[in-house]
């Protein structure tokens, strides 16, 4: 059984649209990240949470914004969609968060902005 | 910025026969993980490591951060262990913040 369970698995939007990926972790974890792959690219970073605080933001742009309403919870709202949003995202999640830790990996959620 | 290299970037292996996957670090790196993309698009968890080698079945890894690099290797190749991997390492004290390398993708045929 998945203990990552990211909703949905495909998703396709139009541009200036707004969605929101689910994700909800069943590990008992207290951080939970996100990170996204866009095509022929390496898988990077996005948004890290520990307690349900934001740790940590690399994202430029605030039209992404997380939103954690239970500690097993970060969905991911994304608004004014672009095409070059397009991507695979990922959630994760760890025990606490504060490095040296393994980090487990959703199934990702497949986003297409036309 | 941080980056991983991450080598070959496709492999093909007959069944029984084994290689190994090789990733190179641009800077000194804390740990690494390495994990395979199963059919559902599912990262599955391989091995952390933060020195030395681990074994788990098949599968060899190791890692040595003074000289940054880290290898995946596979023996006796099994036509489940196609798919794709990746490394992914762990710089300084931010260990969430995973640098990926841009994945191995092996075929493994009768």
């Known amino acids: 059984d998945p203990k990552i369970i990211q909703k949905p698995k495909y998703l396709v939007a139009v541009t200036g649209s707004e969605k929101i990926l689910i994700c909800e972790q069943y590990?008992?974890?207290?951080?939970m990240y996100w990170y996204r792959q866009s095509a022929k690219k390496p898988l990077e970073f996005m948004f890290s949470?520990?307690?349900?605080?934001?740790?940590d933001n690399q994202t430029a742009s605030s039209r992404f914004q997380p939103q954690s309403s239970k500690k097993n919870h970060l969905d991911l709202q994304i608004t004014a969609l672009k095409p070059d949003d397009s991507a695979t995202y990922f959630c994760?999640?760890?025990?606490?968060?504060?490095?040296?830790?393994?980090?487990?990996f959703g199934s990702g959620t497949r986003l297409t902005v036309l | 910025g941080d980056q991983v290299e991450q080598s070959p970037s496709a492999l093909s292996l007959h069944e029984g026969t084994g290689s190994a996957l090789r990733c190179n670090f641009t800077?000194?790196?804390?740990?690494v993980q390495w994990f395979r993309k199963n059919s559902r698009g599912s990262l599955i968890n391989l091995f952390y490591?933060?020195?030395g080698t681990k074994e788990n079945g098949r599968l060899k890894s190791a890692f040595d951060s003074k000289e940054r690099y880290s290898t995946l290797h596979i023996r006796d190749a099994q036509l489940e262990d196609s798919g794709t991997y990746f490394c992914?390492?762990?710089?300084?004290?931010?260990?969430?913040?995973?640098?990926f390398g841009t994945g191995t993708s092996l075929l493994v045929d009768p």
């Open positions: 992914a390492a762990e710089a300084g004290n931010m260990g969430y913040k995973l640098t």
């Open positions: 590990l008992g974890h207290n951080a």
């Open positions: 949470y520990s307690y349900q605080k934001l740790m």
């Open positions: 994760a999640s760890s025990q606490e968060g504060a490095g040296a830790e393994t980090l487990y």
């Open positions: 490591l933060a020195s």
């Open positions: 800077t000194t790196m804390r740990a």
